[in-house]
């Protein structure tokens, strides 16, 4: 993880102030008065203020700052409460419909484990459904006014893993049918349910979320790392005997130990994990395909055979996902998929041209 992204001094107080109990917020609160501008304060950490504000108002505490912090606090839940009607307008069509689905990301975050819309901001829209009913579930979304950025064809789905729909008066929704690192089956078991005024709408269990978080593929920022860090404290509050080593072998199992490693620094910063967890963590080997991926991003130009192992990696990885096998077969498959061919016979003639065109003419 780039050394631009780990908190500051000042942002850790910050986060503390928000997370903390009792005589320890307070405290960190008025360390960061004393060093921090409200008035000046970076984007990054803005977006703790809403949440600082509820910690601190449920210890009773005040001073002068307090009522600017509540603005805060009633601006972003006015803004939650305006996409939230998005989802209800959504939720009981897809049920109507008999289209099982899961909620994600934010708005699952911000009812599951911080219960209450003005201590989160979401910025995305995000539900899971079974890749047998997307082109259904994508039907609904355009009848309901979402714009698709781009067609969704049913031989598409077995190469990709989303698509995002926008809207006018909406933020931007995110459609899954795969979730990274697990498999299909498994994830519509691994709920609990929410009620979102009368509906009842399915999310991850809060372990399951905490692992989605610490194997997401979406790199971050320094103002998605201290949202990132606030959601893992947040979760944990939820099961605080959660298994670090749970991740670990999920990680080494679906080839995402870069991205887990990635988060150490960040967990090492703010969690009181025992170091053993810490270390071992940091520890991890890569395979022998993860540490190849590594080496072709820090290249400038992909060579023809670094493509095709970057395509190899997605197809492992989209294999696991559906709980197939992976063979050399399967990855012919994928790439037939991909490169919308007719035949499997094409694959290969596809691939010839292609690599030609790449060494001689490019």
Known sequence: MNQENILSAEQKL????????GEAAIASWQAWKTVVNLDDIDSASYQLLPLVYRNLAGLYFQDNLMPKLKGIYRLRWCKNQLIFQSLIELLPVLQKAGI??????DTALLFQAYQDLGKRTINTLAILVRPETVPETSNILLQLGWNATEIIFPKNLHCRTLSQFNKKSSIPLELH?????????????????????????PVLT??????QLCLQET???IVSSIIWLADILMLLNLCPEFDWREIIVKAQKSGLVTQLKEKQPLLSEILDLKVSILTEIQSLQLSQLELLECQIQSFKREAAWEIFITRYAQYLRLAYNKGENFSLVGFVKHLQLLWELEHLW???VKAV???TKKLFFT
Do not use: C, H, R
């Not at 099982?100 to 990301?105: A, S, V």
């Not at 795969?178 to 349910?193: A, M, P, Q």
């Not at 809060?206 to 692992?211: F, H, K, P, S, V």
């Open 14 to 21: 910050l986060l503390q102030a928000a997370m903390q109990q």
């Open 100 to 105: 099982e689905f899961i909620l994600l990301k």
């Open 353 to 355: 041209s292609w690599i």
């Open 346 to 348: 094409q694959v290969p």
């Open 206 to 211: 809060a372990n399951e979320q905490l692992t």
């Open 219 to 221: 790199p971050l920022d």
């Open 177 to 201: 049918w795969y979730l990274t690192g697990t498999k299909v089956d498994e994830i519509f078991i691994n709920t609990t349910s929410i009620f979102l005024q009368d509906i009842s709408a």
